[in-house]
């Protein structure tokens, strides 16, 4: 634990730095840095600051206001930080935030494989914005106090631990936008998602199904991809193609045959759709599945 120079950073604020293991520099996720400030306007970070070039904050950066307000720019994109509110920040492009008033933020540098990815899939679910409204803020406060406070007593979370509680706090972002649908919505997606589970093998066009809860292909097409992450049509393709692959390692139907049975106009077309989703050919998954 550290006490804080920086310019604007009253001293009741923590800062932490974390090692993590070669097992966890593998195959975690996991943070490098990570604070609880308590800033005056005078706090301002940019990136061409000697820290913003240390190994440990060229990462992915979550930046939570707990009170008061940042502004924050990445990438040619700005915006305030209001209380309840998440920025989320890739470190490796141009970047800077301050505070515009006397403010309490909660922050953290994460680090893992796909973590740039990720970070990039959740704005992206979010209208590209750089910052959102989780649909839980006070869980998401928690769930970072809970990870930065383990810092004060370093040991008393596993790395394994720390890797789950950031991939959970992470994908409870990405579901943003489901949160804020209005129940009449969910229940259409959720109607919309039966329709096809009961006629999967049959033809369906996105605007045949949006018609049976009475709203056009495009609106139903976005709150479908809210609620599930897919467009109706990946969801049906990716149905087609489990119930194929279910057929390939239970029946002695051939290729052919399991491409019309799942709703494929052409043995061409399957194959084609089957080996985009899968990486392998049906006859190659036939004999190694995975």
């Given at each position: 634990?550290?006490?804080?120079?920086?310019?604007g950073?009253?001293?009741e604020?923590?800062?932490?730095?974390?090692?993590?293991?070669?097992?966890?520099?593998?195959?975690?996720y996991?943070?490098?840095?990570?604070?609880?400030?308590?800033?005056?306007?005078?706090?301002h970070?940019?990136?061409?600051?000697?820290?913003?070039?240390?190994?440990s904050?060229?990462?992915?950066?979550?930046?939570?206001?707990?009170s008061?307000?940042l502004?924050?720019e990445?990438?040619?994109?700005g915006?305030?930080?209001?209380?309840?509110?998440?920025?989320?920040i890739?470190?490796?492009?141009?970047?800077?935030?301050?505070?515009?008033?006397?403010?309490e933020?909660?922050?953290?540098h994460?680090?893992?494989?796909?973590?740039?990815?990720?970070f990039?899939?959740?704005?992206?679910?979010?209208?590209?914005?750089?910052?959102?409204?989780?649909?839980?803020?006070?869980?998401?406060?928690?769930?970072?106090?809970?990870?930065?406070?383990?810092?004060?007593?370093?040991?008393?979370?596993?790395?394994?631990?720390?890797?789950?509680?950031?991939?959970?706090?992470?994908c409870?972002?990405?579901?943003?936008?489901?949160a804020?649908?209005?129940?009449?919505d969910?229940?259409?997606?959720?109607?919309?998602?039966?329709y096809i589970?009961?006629?999967?093998?049959?033809?369906l066009s996105?605007?045949?199904?949006?018609?049976?809860?009475?709203?056009?292909?495009?609106?139903?097409?976005?709150?479908?991809?809210?609620?599930?992450?897919?467009?109706?049509?990946?969801?049906?393709?990716?149905?087609?193609?489990d119930?194929?692959k279910?057929?390939?390692?239970?029946?002695?139907?051939?290729?052919?045959?399991?491409?019309?049975?799942?709703?494929?106009?052409?043995e061409?077309?399957?194959?084609?759709?089957?080996?985009?989703?899968?990486?392998?050919?049906?006859?190659?998954?036939?004999k190694?599945?995975?």
């Open positions: 634990m550290g006490k804080c120079s920086e310019p950073v009253l001293l604020s923590d800062r932490f730095f974390n090692t993590p293991s070669a097992a966890a520099g593998q195959l975690f996991y943070i490098t840095r990570c604070g609880h400030y308590f800033c005056t306007p005078e706090y970070f940019t990136d061409d600051s000697a820290v913003a070039r240390l190994p904050h060229r990462n992915c950066l979550l930046y939570y206001v707990c008061g307000s502004f924050a990445n990438a040619g994109m915006a305030a930080v209001l209380p309840g509110q998440v920025a989320l890739d470190c490796t492009l141009p970047h800077q935030f301050y505070a515009r008033e006397r403010t933020t909660l922050w953290m994460v680090e893992g494989n796909n973590t740039k990815a990720f990039s899939y959740i704005r992206a679910a979010n209208g590209g914005r750089l910052v959102i409204t989780p649909p839980s803020p006070q869980n998401t406060k928690t769930a970072m106090l809970q990870l930065i406070n383990a810092f004060r007593l370093p040991g008393r979370m596993s790395e394994g631990e720390q890797s789950q509680r950031i991939h959970r706090l992470l409870e972002l990405i579901v943003l936008p489901h804020a649908q209005p129940d009449g969910d229940d259409a997606v959720s109607q919309v998602i039966d589970t009961q006629h999967l093998f049959e033809d996105v605007s045949d199904v949006a018609a049976t809860v009475n709203l056009s292909a495009s609106h139903l097409s976005r709150l479908f991809k809210v609620r599930t992450g897919f467009s109706p049509h990946e969801f049906i393709t990716l149905r087609r193609i119930a194929a279910e057929l390939l390692l239970t029946t002695g139907l051939s290729v052919k045959q399991i491409a019309f049975r799942v709703g494929y106009h052409s061409a077309n399957f194959i084609t759709s089957f080996s985009s989703k899968t990486g392998l050919t049906p006859a190659v998954f036939r190694n599945p995975i």
